[in-house]
């Protein structure tokens, strides 16, 4: 018998490291690994956790956890992973650079930008499917988009 908590973290944790589309498939998950969990238990600790739904580049939805560490960096394989697969466009207007993404998906964008500590970017804020990069006053929007535009692997103009 495994304690909330334990669950909790498991599901994180299986969340973190894989595509989980539907409850069903993460009950069968958490199965596979030892845990008992009713749908409703699922729902609860997904609540908890503050999951959502977003929706990936090929139009699949997925759970996904909103990831508050600001001191962990991503590894560059990491963000151009997640910039190939979730920046659909990028424009510029200083300071501001605006990254357009499927809907429920700037803020795992916006997450990934943040934690890689990339060169000119002072932060980020993200809606639903559009987020906002303002760039540092010593780097220009401009190049800061053709980075991320790099990243991502988008033509540059």
């Known amino acids: 018998m495994s304690s909330k908590v ?3 973290q498991l599901i994180a944790k299986i969340v973190g490291s894989q595509k989980v589309t539907s409850q069903p498939m993460l009950r069968e998950l958490l199965k596979k690994k030892g845990i008992k969990a009713t749908q409703a238990t ?7 956790l503050g999951a959502v739904k977003v929706r990936t580049a090929t139009g699949e939805t997925t ?5 508050f560490e600001p001191d962990r960096l991503s590894p560059p394989d990491q963000l151009k992973r997640v910039l190939a697969e979730w920046v659909a466009d990028v424009q510029f207007n200083e300071p501001i650079v605006v990254v357009r993404t499927p809907p429920g998906c700037a803020h795992v ?3 990934a930008l943040d934690r890689s500590r990339l060169q000119g970017l002072l932060g980020t804020v993200a809606g639903d499917d ?14 800061l988009a053709r980075d ?4 991502a692997g988008i033509d540059n103009d």
């Open 6 to 8: 334990q669950r909790q």
């Open 42 to 48: 699922v729902s609860r600790d997904l609540e908890d």
């Open 63 to 67: 759970y996904a956890l909103p990831e």
């Open 109 to 111: 964008v916006a997450s």
């Open 130 to 143: 559009t987020m906002l990069c303002v760039a540092n006053s010593n780097y220009s929007a401009k190049r």
């Open 148 to 151: 991320i535009k790099n990243l």
